[in-house]
């Protein structure tokens, strides 16, 4: 059971197309494509860094957690994502722990990954996805 690297970091800007822009054509880092995860009502564009990936994260609907902390807190960096080698045995061993989580089972992430996140109360307020990338 191992956390094997930053997968990405989840940010929610305003004004997410000056962002894609940014990302894209200033500092011209690829763009792996855009995907909208209808069960979290967001529109996720990712961009490749040498070991890592930003991905920017536009609300689809305001009920989504991201149109959520955007009215609370604006701006800024809304996730971690930690890539883990079986996200099964992480689960386990978290809730075990008593450690609370969000998804106490994994669910379907951008670009066929499985992902569960971790509750912020259990972190110090930092919200905490682990990320299982597929076979």
């Known amino acids: 059971m191992?956390?094997?690297?930053?997968?990405?970091?989840?940010?929610?800007?305003?004004n997410p197309l000056q962002a894609i822009d940014f990302f894209q054509n200033v500092?011209?880092?690829?763009?792996?494509?855009?995907?909208?995860?209808?069960?979290?009502?967001?529109l996720v564009n990712m961009f490749a860094c040498e070991n890592s990936q930003l991905e920017i994260l536009t609300p689809t609907s305001v009920e989504s957690p991201i149109a959520k902390f955007l009215q609370a807190k604006g701006s800024g960096i809304h996730h971690i994502a930690l890539e883990v080698?079986?996200?099964?045995?992480?689960?386990e061993y978290l809730k075990n722990k008593e450690i609370p989580l969000?998804?106490?089972?994994?669910?379907?992430?951008?670009?066929?990954?499985?992902?569960?996140?971790?509750?912020p109360?259990?972190?110090?307020?930092?919200?905490?996805?682990?990320?299982?990338?597929?076979?």
């Open 2 to 14: 191992k956390i094997l690297r930053i997968n990405h970091l989840g940010l929610a800007p305003k």
């Open 27 to 42: 500092l011209q880092l690829p763009n792996h494509g855009e995907e909208t995860i209808e069960n979290q009502n967001v």
């Open 85 to 91: 080698d079986n996200l099964e045995q992480w689960l």
């Open 102 to 119: 969000i998804d106490n089972e994994p669910r379907l992430g951008a670009h066929h990954t499985r992902i569960a996140f971790i509750h």
């Open 121 to 135: 109360k259990a972190t110090g307020g930092i919200l905490v996805e682990l990320v299982q990338l597929p076979e």
